[in-house]
């Protein structure tokens, strides 16, 4: 059972370039959801999902676009990254009615 | 407006000491609150979470969590810690759709 898997583990990309973060989970959970983690902040949500064809934003949206087509699949683009976007990126889900959100192993992202 | 306070960055304690860590949350509705765990480089685990009900909570890994309303904590403990437990710890309150609002996290040292 794989639970969330996250692709790639690592990336370093240039301010400007663009990329997607890959999520897939195979509980077939309704709830899927991106998280950055910064030094003292915590996690703060990004985007979250909570359906096929059904997103909205989390607290800190801007610079980032997601989409779900899938049951399965919840990537998480930046469109032209920042340094401001280094950080390590977690992909979450849940079943429906706010119960354990499982995370994925995270992706390590530096922007120069 | 809703948030998670954790008041120790960082605590050490010595192997078979007992253990708190503090959480002080402030949320409109019945709080959905929840421990998470992360080790260097992993993702996060859940040890334990409160919905409804006693409020006593036990987790994984011999730790146990008391919600108090009046005082809008959800304090983490362990009777005697264990260098595994080195990591770092979060609570976080769920909103709808599973939206979690985390903590900055307090990173946990175990002397031998």
């Known amino acids: 059972n794989a639970g969330v898997t996250q692709t790639p583990k690592f990336q370093v990309l240039k301010t400007g370039q663009s990329m997607t973060l890959q999520c897939a989970q195979d509980m077939n959970h309704e709830y899927m959801s991106w998280y950055r983690q910064d030094p003292g902040m915590g996690l703060r949500l990004i985007h979250y999902s909570v359906g096929a064809g059904i997103t909205d934003q989390g607290e800190v949206p801007n610079g980032y676009n997601v989409s779900r087509s899938t049951t399965e699949d919840f990537p998480l683009r930046l469109l032209s990254a920042a340094p401001s976007q280094t950080s390590v990126y977690f992909c979450a889900s849940a079943r429906m009615g706010n119960t354990e959100a499982f995370f994925g192993q995270g992706t390590r992202l530096t922007v120069v | 407006a809703q948030s998670v306070t954790q008041p120790d960055i960082h605590i050490t304690v010595s192997e078979g000491a007992s253990l708190e860590l503090r959480c002080n949350y402030s949320?409109?509705?019945?709080?959905?609150l929840f421990w998470y765990v992360q080790s260097p480089g992993q993702g996060l685990q859940l040890l334990l979470k409160y919905f409804s009900g006693d409020t006593l909570v036990q987790g994984i890994k011999g730790f146990e969590a008391e919600f108090k309303r009046s005082q809008s904590s959800f304090n983490l403990r362990k009777p005697s810690v264990h260098w595994s437990d080195a990591a770092e710890y979060f609570c976080?309150?769920?909103?709808?759709?599973?939206?979690?609002?985390f903590g900055a996290g307090t990173r946990l040292a175990v002397h031998p």
């Open positions: 949320y409109g509705a019945t709080p959905y």
């Open positions: 976080a309150v769920g909103g709808g759709y599973n939206k979690l609002i």
